[in-house]
C-alpha cells in the first residue's frame, strides 16, 4: 500500500443504521481488495466523517494525494456541484495534499452484470 495516497469514497448519507453499516462494509472491502491506498469513507451529509473531517484526517496521517470517488450511480447535483464544490475548498485549506474528484459509478457493464445477478436473485424469491 502507498502510504501517501487515499481513496476517498463518498456516498450520500443516511438516517438508516442498515444503510450506514452497508457503506461501511463496502468501504472495508474495497480496502482489502484495492491496497495501493488507505480507503476510507466519506458522507455528504447527515452522517460522520463529512468530506472536511475526512480530508482533516487525512492530512494528519501525511496523505499527499486523495482519489475522491463518489458512491453514486449518476452525475447528478452532488457529483456535478456539491462535492467538486466541497473539494475545492479543502484544497485550499490543504494545498500540499492533491486532491483529484473520480466519476460516479455511472454507466459500465459491470453494473449491467450485477443487474443480472439481483434478476436472477429476484427470480429466486419468486
Do not use: W
Request: hydrophobic share 45%.
Amino acid at each position: 500500500m502507498n502510504n501517501k495516497k487515499a481513496v476517498m469514497l463518498v456516498a450520500h448519507g443516511s438516517h438508516s443504521a442498515d444503510a450506514l453499516a452497508e457503506f461501511a462494509q463496502i468501504v472495508e472491502l474495497l480496502g482489502q481488495q484495492y491496497r495501493e491506498a488507505l480507503v476510507v469513507g466519506a458522507s455528504m451529509e447527515i452522517n460522520m466523517p463529512d468530506i472536511a473531517t475526512a480530508v482533516q484526517q487525512l492530512n494528519e496521517k501525511a496523505i499527499e494525494e486523495i482519489l475522491v470517488i463518489p458512491y453514486f450511480l449518476f452525475r447528478g447535483r452532488h457529483t456535478k456541484k456539491d462535492i467538486p464544490q466541497l473539494l475545492a475548498v479543502e484544497q485550499k485549506r490543504f494545498p500540499s495534499i492533491n486532491i483529484k474528484l473520480g466519476p460516479p459509478l455511472g454507466i459500465d457493464n459491470l453494473i449491467c452484470q450485477l443487474l443480472i445477478k439481483r434478476i436472477a436473485q429476484t427470480e429466486q424469491v419468486l
